[in-house]
């Protein structure tokens, strides 16, 4: 009979791990913040609601992020289990939060309530936001699954939301500067809030990753990848 394998991290790699998913969310903090503000005030400048959306949903990614910051701001492994049911219903409100606003929006964009200016920062925020958002997603998802920890895969899901925001939101500043689409942006923003919907959910019932207790073993020939999770875990998606 083959011998068992453990499916959690040793004692260093946790705790390095834990570093790593510290830093990556203190670098998606200070990019969001800096991200909201020139959202914000490029969205009041032009008339667009979408890039003031956009801006909303970077002080969302936020809070979903501090969230995380919170929960592995303790030293102990413990400590940070016990906090990851709190975590995630934060993340998941922020999700319904965020699905509920973009619809609004989407559909009030759509009603014709008015016309946004062209915008040039809008376009070249979206753009630097569309490179960087993807990789800060990929390496708190893979530290977060490797730790597994279903709060830091969570958030690594709602940044990579973001980056899905930040296509739609270049696709509709880029159509209205230049063919007057003006329906693009919203239309694509409602199936972006389906998106959400669906995260908030998966984020409420815990399923952001496999997360493997301490004493958790499986055969070695069982079919299991490097973050420990089985065929059709959400983690692992």
């Known amino acids: 009979m083959a011998p ?136 708190q998802r893979r530290a977060g699954r490797e730790l597994g920890s279903a709060s830091a895969v969570a958030d690594s899901k709602q940044t990579l939301l973001c980056t899905y925001l930040s296509a739609v939101l270049l696709a509709g500043l880029v159509a209205n500067a230049t063919l007057g689409w003006s329906w693009a942006d919203p239309l694509a923003a409602l199936v972006i809030a389906a998106v959400a919907v669906k995260e908030g959910r998966e984020a409420w019932q815990g399923k952001g990753c496999c997360a493997p207790t301490a004493f958790a073993t499986l055969p070695v020939e069982a079919d299991v990848d490097a973050c420990g999770c089985r065929p059709g875990c959400a983690c692992c998606v």
Do not use: C, K
């Not at 915008?119 to 997603?137: E, K, Q, R, W």
């Open 4 to 139: 068992p394998i453990s499916l959690v991290p040793a004692r260093d790699r946790r705790a390095a791990l834990a570093r790593r998913i510290r830093l990556l969310v203190a670098a998606t903090i200070t990019y969001n913040v800096i991200e909201a503000i020139v959202a914000i005030t490029a969205g009041t400048a032009s008339s667009s609601t979408a890039l003031v959306g956009f801006g909303l949903d970077s002080i969302i990614e936020v809070s979903s992020a501090a969230a995380v910051a919170w929960q592995f701001s303790a030293r102990e492994h413990a400590v940070r289990e016990a906090r990851e049911r709190t975590t995630l219903r934060i993340i998941a409100g922020s999700f319904f939060f965020l699905a509920v606003y973009v619809a609004a929006d989407a559909v009030r964009a759509l009603a014709g309530s008015g016309e946004a200016d062209r915008s040039v920062p809008g376009i070249v925020l979206a753009a630097l936001s569309l490179t960087v958002m993807p990789f800060l997603s990929a390496a």
